[in-house]
C-alpha cells in the first residue's frame, strides 16, 4: 500500500503536459479507480464518474490506463 501511495504522489507531482500536432495542450496523467470493476480513466479526480469508487483512486499516466485496457470515461470526456 505504501508502494502505491509513492507511485501516485510521483505521478501527481509529474503532471506533464505534452504538446499535440495540432498545438492544443493534452494532459498525460489520467485517474483510475482500483475497484475490481472499473473501466474507465478519467480527466480529474473529481469527475462524477469516480463518486461510487470501490477502491481507491490513483493517477496513472495515460498511456498506462489504455495498457490496462481502460477506455475514457464518457462524463469528462
Not at 501527481?12 to 495540432?22: D, I, K, P, W
Not at 473529481?46 to 490513483?58: P, T
Not at 495515460?62 to 481502460?70: D, P, Q, T
Request: glycine fraction near 10%; aromatic fraction near 6%; charged fraction near 20%.
Amino acid at each position: 500500500m505504501k508502494l502505491l501511495a509513492i507511485i501516485s504522489l510521483y505521478l501527481v507531482l509529474g503532471n506533464v503536459f505534452t504538446e499535440s500536432g495540432s498545438g492544443n495542450s493534452t494532459i498525460s496523467v489520467v485517474y483510475i479507480c482500483t475497484g475490481p470493476k472499473a473501466e474507465v480513466y478519467h480527466r480529474t479526480k473529481h469527475c462524477s464518474g469516480l463518486n461510487r469508487c470501490s477502491g481507491d483512486i490513483v493517477s496513472v499516466s495515460l498511456s498506462k490506463a489504455k495498457g490496462m485496457g481502460r477506455r475514457p470515461c464518457k462524463k469528462c470526456y
